[in-house]
Every structure is written in C-alpha cells, then in structure tokens.
C-alpha cells in the first residue's frame, strides 16, 4: 500500500508493507488525516524531540528509532475493512471511526501512531487501530469535521486545566491550531470574554469565527490593555484595594499557544498579577524566564500536553452537536503525492489554517 514516509529528513511517497490486524486489533482505511504543527517540526527535528521526550520519561522511548522510517499523521478519521481475531466487530466494517493515535499490541505494549518505527500513521492508505479506542462518527458529521477531533481535544485539555473562575477574562496568545482549539474549548465551557491576539490576519479572523469576544494584532495595539477594560486590575496593590473594599474580579488567565522562545518571559512580565499562565505551545528551545518577576507578582505557570480519553470522546461530541463549528477550518486538501508541498505551504500563515491529507485522492 501507498504511504508518506519520512526518510532521512525527507517526505517519500512510496510503497509499504500491507497490514493485518492482530489479536483486538481493525484494519482501517485512512479517510482524511491532519497536518500537525508537530508534524512539520518533526520532519527537520525528530531526533531532537525524541531526545527531550525521553529526558522527560526517564529515558524511556518505546523503542521507536527517529532515524528509521516513520509515517506521520495523527489526526484521522477512518473507515473500518476489517476485524483482527478477539474482536467483538460491535462496530461493523464500513463504519467510520476516529480515536486516539495509540494502537494496543498484544504483547501490552502502545504504539503511538505517526511517531512509531512499526504501525503507520495516518498519511497512509490503511491504519492499524485498537478496537477498544475506537469512537463511531455520529451520522451527518462530514469526515473532514471529524478528523478535527484530535487537535480540538488539545484545546480542551488546556481548558480543563485552567483555574477558571465564573468571571474569569481568557487571553489566548496565538491563533494557530492550538490556540484555536484553546479559543474553541473555552467557549464550547462557557467562558469569556476571550481576547485572542495573533499577528496574522487569516488566523484573527478564524479565531473570530470560532468565538472569541475581542481579536487583536499586537503589532498595532498589545492585548494586555484590554484586562482593566475587563475589570481586571493588573497591580497587587489595585487587586488588595479593591478587595478591602468588598470587591471582586474574575481571575486572569492567559494561554500561551505560540511555543517560541521569549514568548513566556514576555507574558510573566505583562500579565497582571495572580494570573495563571497555561503553557500549551510547545517550545522545542532552551528557554529563559526571570522567576523573580513571576515570584513578585504570584504567576502561576501551568504547563499542559495532550488530552484524556474523556476529553477526546467530549470534543467529538462538541463538533458532532455544533457546539465547536470546525465547517471553515480546513483550507486545503490533498492526495498522497501532495504531502511534501503541503508541508510547505503550511510555513506560510496566511496560505492556510487546516491541510488535510485524503489517501483516497488522486
């Protein structure tokens, strides 16, 4: 079967091996499958990521090896051919299906689709899926709103982690995919008023589109002098005021969805004082924070990763029930043969917001 391989830090459109599902495994045809953020850095700098990923597991890596070949792709939505044996087949073949990119291995072992040495990700033609993930895609929800989940359920991990009060004010830093997904997950919760600041026009008008309340290009005005607007005072001593005199204000907090070095610093400096920091863009750099400003003014830094299973089935939901409209999202689609240009124009953020990978496409 046909696949996109990264080969020596290169995209390969190539043949690979056929698939057969195992013991409470389903074979799957890849329907459409995202291009991550994670996917374009990790196509330059996957060793890098596999080495700070195993500081942070105790040296742990699964045995996956960056320099051998991986097929990438972790945001899919697929349709079931066939059942491995200790199945229930519960869900019959020509189901369309989405689910977490982590494949159950008889030996009790996970491989974690579109970074693994032995199952292909979904910028292949077939997939190997573990049937106990496996979530049905509600009728009428289109496939490409459906492969949105994955991302989607990024952002609405970073919520749940968020100290957010009844009148808490949200600033999300950064309207890429993570940030929209963030933007996406608050008010999906409820929350706002949500300012979203980014300094690309295509990226402000999908964070408008997805519900934030004000939307702001910090090369034209900063975003922190919207919090007092809000009535956030952004001094200890403007907070201690007006608590002495009987008043209150909706904690701040802000998400940061850029993963760029000086980013954090910029923020632990601007944020008023008390805020939570919720740390979703992911910064493959040696950063550098002065914890003597955040120590001075009590910021809470939250670092977030990921999503639970509970997560990822409520965000399906979400987009399933029209809660999270995700139906202007993808800019761009394309075949097997596309991948590698498509990784390119992604560089661009005003080319497009969502690519999605569709095997079945010329």
Known sequence: MRAVIRRNKALVCDEIEDLAPQAGQVLVKTLACGICGSDLHALHHM??????????????????????????????CAEILDHGPDTSGALKAGTRVVSMPVTLTPAGGAEMLGFSNALPGGF???MILSEALLLPVPNGLPTDQAAMTEPFAVGAHAVAKARLDPNSVALVVGCGPVGLAVIAGLKAKGHGPVIAADFSPRRRAAAEMLGADVVIDPAQESPHGRWEGFGVPTTRAAQNMIRMMGGSFGRPV????????????????????????????????????????????????????GYTPEEFAETLHHIAEGVIDVSGLVTGKVGLAGVAGAFEALGDPEAHVKILVEPGLA
């Open 47 to 76: 060793e890098h990521m596999i080495e700070l990923t195993s500081r942070a597991n105790g040296g742990m890596t699964n045995g996956f090896d960056p320099t051998k070949d991986t097929v990438f792709g972790h945001e899919f």
């Open 124 to 126: 292949a033609e077939r």
């Open 254 to 305: 802000v998400f940061e969805c850029v993963g760029s070095p000086g980013v954090l610093q910029s923020l632990v400096e601007a944020a008023p004082a008390g805020a939570q920091i919720v740390v979703a863009g992911v910064c493959m750099e040696t950063d550098r924070i002065e914890p003597a400003i955040a120590i001075t003014k009590e910021i809470e830094l939250t670092f977030v990763f």
